[in-house]
C-alpha cells in the first residue's frame, strides 16, 4: 500500500464553496486536487493499492481508498466535487470513526497529528524535504507514507510531528517539485525498484 498524507492548511471546511473558483475562494483545493489524480490515475487505469488522505485546514481529514473508490475522473472540479460531498456529511463524523460518502470517500473528525499517528501504525513515513538523502540512494521502503503539504511550508508544528515519526527523510531531486509533481516522481521512484528497474 502506497499513502499520501497531503495538508491543505487554507482548504474549506464547511461546503459553501463554488466549484468555479478552486484557486480562490476554496482556499486552494485545485492544489489538493491535483495531488489526488497524481496519486490515483494512470493512462488507463487507477491505481488501486493506493490511500490518499487531505487534511483540510487541520480540523477534517477526507480519505480516497484506491481500491473502492467510484465516480473519480481526472479533473479537479470533480475531485473537489466529491469533497465538497464529504463536508456535507462531516456532523455524521463522530470522533475519530469514519463516514463514507461516496465509494472509496470517507471523511474524518481529525487534523494532521491524528491522522499521521494513525498511518504511522501501517506504513513506513516518509518526509520528502530537499535536504534528505538522494531517493536514488535509497531502497524504496515498504508500505510508505509520503507527507506533502500545499502551497504553504509545513508550520513547525507539523514539521516537528513529522520529524518525530519519520522514518526516512528523502529528496526526489535537485528542484523543489510541487505536491502533485512529486507524488508522480514518488510513483515512478517505487515503480522502478528505486529507479533501477524500467
Do not use: K, W
Not at 14 to 37: H, I, N, Q
Not at 44 to 53: F, L, T, Y
Not at 153 to 171: N, V
Request: aromatic share 6%; proline share 6%; net charge negative.
Amino acid at each position: 500500500m502506497r499513502q499520501f498524507v497531503v495538508i491543505g492548511h487554507d482548504a474549506p471546511t464547511t461546503p459553501e464553496f463554488s466549484l468555479d473558483d478552486l484557486a480562490g475562494a476554496a482556499g486552494r483545493l485545485d492544489v489538493l486536487c491535483r495531488c489526488v489524480t497524481s496519486a490515483f490515475f494512470l493512462s488507463h487505469a487507477i491505481r488501486e493499492a493506493v490511500r490518499v488522505h487531505l487534511v483540510l485546514a487541520d480540523e477534517y481529514t477526507v480519505t480516497f481508498e484506491g481500491s473502492d473508490l467510484r465516480r473519480l475522473n481526472p479533473d479537479e472540479r470533480s475531485t473537489a466535487a466529491l469533497v465538497r460531498n464529504a463536508l456535507e456529511e462531516r456532523e455524521e463524523a463522530i470522533g475519530h470513526v469514519p463516514v463514507e460518502t461516496s465509494p472509496g470517500v470517507s471523511l474524518t473528525r481529525r487534523g494532521f497529528a491524528p491522522t499521521l499517528e494513525d498511518v504511522a501504525r501501517d506504513g513506513t513515513i516518509v518526509q520528502l524535504h530537499e535536504d534528505g538523502d538522494p531517493a536514488a540512494d535509497i531502497e524504496p521502503p515498504a508500505d510508505p507514507v509520503f507527507v506533502l503539504s500545499d502551497h504553504h511550508d509545513f508550520g513547525a508544528e507539523e514539521t516537528a510531528h513529522i520529524e518525530t515519526h519519520a522514518d526516512r527523510r528523502l529528496s526526489l531531486g535537485p528542484e523543489p517539485l510541487h505536491a502533485d509533481h512529486a507524488i508522480t516522481v514518488a510513483h515512478n521512484y517505487l515503480d522502478t525498484d528505486g529507479f533501477e528497474r524500467y
